[in-house]
């Protein structure tokens, strides 16, 4: 692998997530390059804040194909030639066929905002509310075949507020999104992750804050 770990980002919206990666990259010395960002939304407002960083850009409109396969071939071509290490996947909306799984296997990264293995799929802040539960937060973590079942590399929490909607929930969870996706990122880069089974351990890391957290918070 090079001094900078090679970046293909594929994105089917507005591309915060994006924003906060090229920003750790450019201000906060994160060891990598983003090679190239893919959208299967030609509208999609993260491919503007790509050009305004002078990343290319390319579109594979899933429109034009007539099955999944083939367009999960073209997209491995274009991030191929792109000499991509890590493949990041940051608000893309399409599920990956098992050609692609394979073709970067253990190089493909999501971000999902809920405390997986709770609340997989999509919609999950209402989910976390009509549930009822107490904390949610997000999760980075490798694909694999099932829908947000893969690895946990890194998580945050949030509490869930007794006036949250799904809109204020999301905006808070969206804020610990763009601090754990590029750690996630620089974890990979340096080589500090290391896979034990399902468990993902990081090397060289201090131990975390043993103090539990309770919402509503305990009466004193």
Known sequence: ?????????LISGSGSNLQSIINHIEQEG???????????????????????????????NHQDYSNREDFDRELIRILKDAGVDLVVLA??????TKSFLRAFENRIINIHPALLPAFPGTHVQ????????????????????GVDTGPIIIQAIVPVLS????????????I???KIYPQA???????????????????NIKNCDAAALHNPPLDR
């Open 1 to 9: 692998m090079s001094e900078f770990l090679k970046l293909g980002v």
């Open 30 to 60: 994160l060891p990598a390059r983003i090679q190239i960002v893919v959208s299967n939304n030609p509208d999609a407002y993260g491919l503007t804040r790509a050009r305004n960083h002078h990343i290319a850009c390319a579109v594979i």
């Open 91 to 96: 608000g893309f909306m399409r599920i990956l």
């Open 126 to 145: 209402q989910k976390a509310i009509d549930y009822g539960v107490k904390f949610s937060g997000c999760t980075v973590h490798f694909v694999d075949e």
């Open 163 to 174: 006036d949250d909607t799904a809109d204020t929930l999301a905006a808070r969870i969206l």
């Open 176 to 178: 610990e999104e763009h």
């Open 185 to 203: 990122i620089r974890y990979f880069a340096e080589g500090r992750i290391m896979k034990k089974g399902r468990h993902m351990e990081i090397i």
